[in-house]
Structures are given as C-alpha cells and as structure tokens.
C-alpha cells in the first residue's frame, strides 16, 4: 500500500511539472472549449425556448355598458389571452381599421351595441372579426376565441333564465328582479374567471428528465464540457503510453491501477474546479440544490467520469484519432441526449440508447443539483462501465510494455 501511495505521488509530481511547462496552452485551450460550450448553449437555449410571436389585437365596444366594460376588461388582463395577443382597446372601428391599415395591429374584434342580448338571440352580427392579410394563418384561432366567448354567454344567460319563472312565480317582481341582476353578475364573473380557474397549471419536466428545459440543456452543455475537457489531458496520457516511457514507469514497480488512477486524479480536480464555478454562475440565474445529497452524486459523477475518460485515453493513445474520437464521443452524446436537436424530434431508439451513454448518464447523476431526481441505477451502470473500460485499459498497457505497441 505504502509503495503505491509513493508511485502515484511520483507520477503525479511528474505530471504536475508536464502540466506546468505547458499551462499557457493548457488554460488557453480550457478557455476556448468553455468559450465555445456556452456560445452553442446559449443559441441552442435561445432557439429552443423563444417565445412566439403574440397578435396585436385590439377590441373595440361599441356597447359601451357596465358589465361590457367589466367583461372587455376582464379579457385583456386574463393571462390565458395574454400568452396568444397583445390586447388593446379603442373607441371607434375607424380606428381599428386606420391601425390595420398601417401595420399596428394584426387583428380586430368589433363589438356591436348591446352585443349581448344580440349573442341570446343567435344574431352572428353581434361581433365583426376584422383581420390583416398578413393574419390569415392565425384566423381560426382568434375566430375560436371570438366563437367561445358567444357559447359562453349564452350558456351563462341561459342559466339566468332558467331561474326566472320560479323566482316570479315565489317573489314579487321587484325583488325577483333584483336577484335576477345579482345572479347575472355572479354568471359573468364566473365566466369571465374560466380560464385562470378551469385548468390546473402544472409545469412538467422536459422529456422525463426530472428538470425543466432549461435546466436540461444547461445540464446537457455541462456534460459535454466535462467529457470533452478529456481532449486536454489526452497528449500526456499518450506520451506515457508510449512503449518506451512506459516500460520506464513499470521499471519503478508501478502497476497499471497506480497508473490509471493518477491519470484520472488531475482531471478529477480540474473538472471538479469547473463543475463548483458552473454552479456558482448558474446560481446567478437559476437556483441550485446545494445539498449532501446533490453533491455526493455530483462527486461520484465526476469520479467515474475521470476514470472512465483516462481509461479511454489509455486505450486510444496509440492511434493519431484518439483526441478526434473524444470528441466525437461526446458529440455524439450531446446528440443523443437531445443537447442538439430537441428530444421531440428525435426518434424514440436514440433517446433511449442515449440515457444508456456517458453523456446521459452523467446528466442523471447531476440532475440532483438542478432540484431533479436522483438516480442511484445510474450510478450503478456508470461505475460498471467504469469498471470494464479500466479492465481494458489495464490488459492493453501490459500488451504495449509486452510486445512494445498496437492498438487494441
């Protein structure tokens, strides 16, 4: 135990000098792949949660009653119509028009005088829908709205007068009246409160996830950084797999699990290092869940990701394509985990194949820090992968000391 903790130090004070020669381009080659991951997940995010375009649209009533003023009111401050229209009002249809015409408004719905009781009594002129040419696409959606408000008033004026002969035939006139009144305002505010009361707004996780989307993709760039950054430590790890150099280190008596586990401990420190400033900076925008819990999978995420990686090095250090197969790894997993191309339009084999990947599972494990769900399968089938690529990478380096090189 003793000679191993000495043989890992050596290597270690080794490599420690390697990395010093050449920090200028080690850091400048670190800034530009962080530089690159947040330009492409800050188009990626910004495509992938733009807002669409609202309708300007602008009402006009001409009825101009209490309850009509209530209702028109009630309309443009409804969040429902406020995530499809720019709601506003005007006075007269000249004006409606004149705004169409130069471009102001998209669209115009033209209240008629006592556009109420004209709705009872099934006159489709009680509302004119005005719409630029420019509009037509978006026609059968403001028509739907327009046509729901005329069911609704009906439905709720009906159920006034389905009341009013009992209320005649029990209470003079007066009084029946006046409960009358009551119960039509009660219906319109009823009415009026449909869509903030009639649906339960829940926000769901994107794509079985356990996080929101833009917790998703930030999740999915921090992966793709973490595994990518492996492109910097791949030239030391190959020039000690190099037949020469290491026959020299095995000359000390150090064995291929001392070697492996140095390889992965300075990018264990470095790719922790980035994952603490990520979260620090993400926490400027979004919350995130410092807890024992999300830091313990993000260590165990980070620790077989190391090994993971400096094993892979190991295996491809004799090929002139390993630092191009890296990164095509973690292209590859930034694809399949929907970084690039979103989930919903993917088919459903590379979704699944690619939660089964580095690049998914290590977003599993560092979902937790993102309030998602922890996931200890992941961690399982991340150490056993873990596991076989340290075999290999153990049986090739006793194959390069032994016969002097070739790929495995």
Known sequence: MKNAINAFASLL???????????????????LLIAGCVTALLSVMGSAIEERDKVDLVLVDKDAS?????????????DAVGEMFNVESLDTTQEALAGMKDGTYDGAII??????STILDGDSSAVRILLSD????SAQTILHFAKTGEKLIRVAEYGVMSAQKPLYENYDRSTAYSMLSDMEIKYAFRLLSLPET??????????????GIVEYYILAFLVFLLIVLEVVFFPFTSCDCAPAMLRRIKSYSICNAVIIAEKAFIPFIIRSSMLLFATTAINYFINVDISTASIAYALICIALLSLMMSSLSILLSQTPLGIAMIFALSAVGLFMCGGLIPISMLPYEI???????????CTKLLSPLLYGTASPISA????????????AANMFMRRIAKQGGGVA
Do not use: W
């Open 134 to 137: 420019s509009l037509s696409a």
């Open 66 to 78: 209490s309850l009509s003023k209530m209702a028109i009111n009630v309309v443009k401050g409804s």
């Open 13 to 31: 004070k080794k490599d420690l000098c390697l990395y010093g020669r050449k920090i200028l381009s080690t850091l400048l080659l670190l800034l």
């Open 351 to 361: 979704i699944s194949a690619g939660g089964f990947t580095p690049s998914g599972l």
């Open 380 to 391: 399982v089938i991340m150490a056993l992968m873990c596991f076989i690529l340290m075999l």
């Open 198 to 211: 009639a649906f339960e707004h829940t926000q769901t996780a994107y794509a079985n996830s356990s996080v």
């Open 111 to 116: 209240f008629e005088e006592d556009y109420l």
